[in-house]
């Protein structure tokens, strides 16, 4: 059986939950694992993140290629379309949110989240370099009515994990939300969340969260 180790907080984590749920593989979770950099956490995941999947005796970290592996694994039911083209275009638009859109903005989750200002400088290049993500997302999003065109895929999984923290960072930095240009979006992520698998996993993020703030404060 393969089991999942991260906690229901991670976008990371959470965008590998809703491939294995929407493909309806069966999988145990560790959800109490966090980051670590000790070594008998980086024997298991070597940059000391989450999260990692145990697959028998093997362990697969970095959640695209998590992802990847369970879609060779598992092929059905897919998510990925058939033809090369159209994975690449999947494959594109992943890269997109992930290295061009959440990766940028993730350099003001210190300031913003977690009481570790940033400066000035890294302010105006990631306002700079989210404009770049968000015109190249744009230009190959599709919402008809999945991101990637007519079908769910991997590309959904990303959008809806780090498509709304892209909203809030830039609200929160730049005082406006760098995707509020990008006008199917929110209908698009409202119907992903009326999907069991998307709901479950929203459930458990609020609930996760609600439970690391209600701790934080005491
Ligand atoms: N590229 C990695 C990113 C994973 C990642 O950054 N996870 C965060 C939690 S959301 C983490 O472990 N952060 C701790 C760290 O970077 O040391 C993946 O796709 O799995």
């Not at 105006?124 to 190249?136: D, L, N, Q, T, Y």
């Not at 008809?144 to 994990?161: I, K, Y």
Request: hydrophobic residues 45%; glycine residues 4%.
């Amino acid at each position: 059986m393969l089991k999942l180790c991260g906690f229901h907080v991670s976008n990371y984590h959470n965008k590998v939950r809703l491939a294995l749920l929407e493909k309806g593989i069966p999988f145990e979770e560790d959800a109490a694992c966090r980051p670590s950099q000790k070594p008998e956490y980086l024997a298991k995941s070597p940059m000391g993140k989450v999260p990692y999947l145990l697959v028998n005796d093997e362990i697969l970290r970095e959640s695209h290629v998590i992802c990847e592996y369970l879609e060779d694994a598992y092929p059905q039911p897919p998510l990925l379309p058939k033809d090369p083209l159209e994975r690449a275009r999947v494959r594109e638009l992943i890269v997109f949110m992930e290295l061009h859109m959440e990766l940028v903005v993730r350099r003001l989750y210190g300031g913003l989240f977690f009481g570790r200002p940033f400066s000035d400088e890294t302010k105006a290049e990631v306002e700079r370099e989210i404009a770049k993500g968000v015109r190249a997302f744009q230009a190959v999003a599709k919402f008809a009515p999945f991101v990637a065109g007519s079908a769910l895929t991997l590309a959904d999984c990303a959008a809806f994990v780090h498509l709304p923290i892209v909203s809030m960072s830039t609200r929160l930095a730049f005082g406006r939300d760098y995707l509020d240009d990008v006008a199917p979006l929110k209908p698009y992520l409202r119907m992903l969340g009326e999907r069991p698998a998307f709901a479950r996993v929203n459930e458990d993020r609020k609930a996760a969260q609600a439970a690391a703030q209600a701790a934080a404060k005491k």
